[in-house]
């Protein structure tokens, strides 16, 4: 941890390379991306109620909230989903397999 101008920076390991909190003195942490809402999840868990592939499961979400991917947005939303997914995995609502 660092302080720089009465800013901590706080260590987020695990959510993406470097990321960091920022806590001020007045114990407020801002933390931006790194929180995730229920309903969300809860549309990504219902998503995986019976076996899906990710592409599966990313065009469903697309759909759902009326995305239209282009090459950016595909890595992006992507990689936003899978951190989804893999948070899920972590708490015991869902199983993975890779082959």
């Known amino acids: 941890m660092c302080?720089?101008?009465n800013l901590e920076a706080i260590s987020l390991p695990g959510h993406f390379?470097?990321?960091?909190?920022i806590k001020t003195l007045d114990n407020i942490v801002f933390i931006a991306d790194s929180l995730i809402s229920e309903e969300i999840i809860s549309t990504v868990l219902?998503?995986?109620?019976?076996?899906?592939?990710?592409?599966?499961?990313?065009s469903r979400?697309?759909?759902?909230?009326k995305i239209d991917l282009n090459a950016n947005q595909y890595?992006?939303?992507?990689?936003?989903?899978?951190?989804?997914?893999?948070?899920?995995?972590?708490?015991?609502?869902?199983?993975?397999?890779?082959?």
Not at 61 to 65: A, D, E, Q, R, V
Not at 79 to 97: C, D, V
């Open 46 to 58: 219902s998503y995986c109620e019976r076996p899906a592939t990710f592409d599966e499961i990313l």
């Open 75 to 99: 890595v992006l939303i992507s990689n936003t989903i899978k951190s989804y997914l893999s948070f899920l995995g972590e708490e015991g609502k869902l199983g993975m397999s890779f082959s």
């Open 17 to 21: 390379f470097d990321m960091i909190g």
């Open 3 to 5: 302080q720089l101008n």
């Open 61 to 65: 979400i697309c759909k759902k909230y």
